[in-house]
């Protein structure tokens, strides 16, 4: 089937790329001329493990092209995917002016019926809103092409998008009609063979669905940041209590490691715009303003930590940090904690060095112009001169160290583990004193 996607960021180049390889035919639009002509060469401005030779081998098939010719897009396909940014805006609420001038864009050109389906995180009603849009272009234009207007949001995470994409836990489906709801199954088909994967709903639903996943799987981690800071102060071992409570199945193993707060592109802005989405409508939301608070509190949470052991007094110190990305297998630096940490570090007087397997680039453009930041080569550069060693990212390549050599480079034997790496016995065996996230202290 002929398919066009709007939007070549994560969502929209993963979403592209996944559709080519099993065999439909796209066309992906992008306002950024030099992502686009990136692109076109099969080169891809994203580390994302898996995207490039799915992307390179469906330009060879001729299946996947690129552009930036809105028009073209258009006119290629009668299904057309809406996978542009939805920032946030001053307020917390989500920005939906990407959304709503491709929604313009379309109407303005369209010459046939068209689906026009949402693949971003857009606010509770937003259907509704571009549907507005269309009746009131179409209806200036004096032509009556008829449009559907579907929610399907996306639910892929960074650095496993190949994989979610090609087998997602639920393709969710906003829309009242039948015919799109067939299309959709159509689409979807191949990546809905084992089981049957579809769910339909209303737009409303769908668009509320995607906001109180992330903000479900947000809860879980300040939950328990929440216990791991408690753990600290009762002398207890978050490490053992949260083994303790995913085995049991109504819990679960999954997200809940405690850290030092969640970051990204999505939970911090998802949560944001949901309690503006609520506010509107005169509800308050006691428990995602707590989640949005213990966040903010667990980004410092090292700091503090590092505050303590040097007595406050950071002024001429080398911090070694491991890690940049907001998490493992990406090269993305939103809402990193890192960053609040380093800016911590920064405004008491201290120094950084960095390593990040993919991140360099990113940190790069963030803070190259710093002279109390530099980027080294690898984990063991980092350590060179450094103080004290900080673990911010739970990279594989951070996960075996060579404690012996750790324990000889720093001036201060000590190390912040922001993510639990490390067995806080095994670091304390090599003459280093350890500090975790409710655990070694
Ligand atoms: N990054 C992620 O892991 C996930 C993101 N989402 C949601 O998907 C949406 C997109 O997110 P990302 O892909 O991360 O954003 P992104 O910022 O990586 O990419 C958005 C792309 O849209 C392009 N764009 C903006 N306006 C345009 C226009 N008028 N015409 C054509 N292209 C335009 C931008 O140039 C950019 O390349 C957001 O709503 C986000 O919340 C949903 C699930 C996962
Ligand atoms: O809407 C989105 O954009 C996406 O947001 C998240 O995906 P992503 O932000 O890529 O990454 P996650 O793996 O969810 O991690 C988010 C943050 O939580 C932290 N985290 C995760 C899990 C955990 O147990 N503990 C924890 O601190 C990570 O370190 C990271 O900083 C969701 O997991 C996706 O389902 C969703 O589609």
Redesign the pocket.
Request: glycine residues 12%; contains cysteine.
């Given at each position: 089937m002929k398919l066009s996607v709007i939007g070549a960021g994560?969502?929209g180049l993963v979403t592209a790329a996944c559709l080519a390889d099993v065999g439909h035919q796209v066309c992906v639009i992008d306002i950024d001329k030099t992502k686009v002509q990136a692109l076109q060469q099969g080169r891809i401005p994203i580390f994302e493990p898996g995207l490039a030779p799915i992307v390179q081998r469906n330009i060879e098939k001729n299946r996947l092209h690129f552009t930036c010719d809105m028009m073209a897009a258009i006119s290629f396909a009668s299904t057309l995917f809406i996978a542009v940014g939805t920032p946030p805006e001053e307020d917390g609420s989500a920005d939906l002016q990407h959304v709503l001038a491709v929604a313009n864009a379309i109407a303005t050109h369209m010459d046939s019926h068209k689906i026009v389906v949402t693949k971003s995180?857009v606010p509770v009603g937003t259907a509704d809103q571009v549907r507005s849009v269309f009746r009131e272009k179409l209806l200036e234009r004096k032509v009556a092409f008829s449009v559907d207007v579907v929610a399907n949001p996306?639910?892929?995470?960074?650095?496993?998008?190949v994989a979610?994409f090609m087998r997602p836990d639920r393709i969710i489906v906003g829309t009242d009609s039948e015919a799109c709801r067939s299309l959709m199954r159509e689409i979807y088909a191949p990546f809905n063979r084992q089981h049957d994967r579809m769910m339909f709903m209303d737009t409303r639903s769908a668009e509320l669905t995607?906001y109180a996943?992330?903000a479900m799987?947000?809860t879980?981690?300040s939950f328990?940041?929440e216990m791991a800071n408690l753990a600290e102060q009762l002398g207890a071992d978050i490490e053992q209590v949260r083994q303790g409570i995913g085995a049991d199945p109504r819990i679960g193993y999954?997200?809940?490691?405690?850290?030092c707060?969640?970051?990204?592109?999505?939970?911090p802005k998802?949560l944001n715009a949901l309690v503006n989405i609520a506010n509107k409508v005169g509800y308050r939301t006691d428990i995602l303003q707590s989640v949005i608070h213990v966040n903010q509190r667990q980004k410092l949470r090292l700091f503090d930590k590092i505050q303590a052991y040097f007595s406050n007094n950071l002024e001429g110190k080398t911090f070694a940090v491991w890690g940049l990305s907001?998490?493992p297998k990406?090269d993305?630096m939103r809402e990193?904690?890192s960053i609040s940490l380093m800016s911590a570090i920064w405004a008491s007087g201290g120094r950084v060095q960095a390593y990040d397997p993919e991140a360099m680039g990113a940190a790069r453009d963030l803070f190259g112009h710093r002279n109390d930041f530099s980027l080294v080569g690898s984990p063991e550069e980092a350590l060179q001169g450094a103080d004290a060693l900080v673990v911010c990212?739970?990279w594989h390549v951070f996960r075996a160290p060579d404690f012996e050599l750790i324990e000889k480079q720093l001036s201060y034997p000590v190390i912040f583990d922001g993510?639990n790496l490390y067995d806080p016995d095994r670091v304390k065996y090599y003459g280093l004193q350890y500090y975790g996230i409710g655990r070694g202290n």
């Open positions: 994560y969502v995180t996306e639910f892929l995470k960074e650095g496993a998008a979610d995607k996943a992330n799987l947000a879980k981690i328990m940041n999954h997200f809940i490691y405690p850290g707060g969640f970051g990204g592109s999505c939970f998802d907001f998490k990406t993305d990193a904690p990212t739970e993510r």
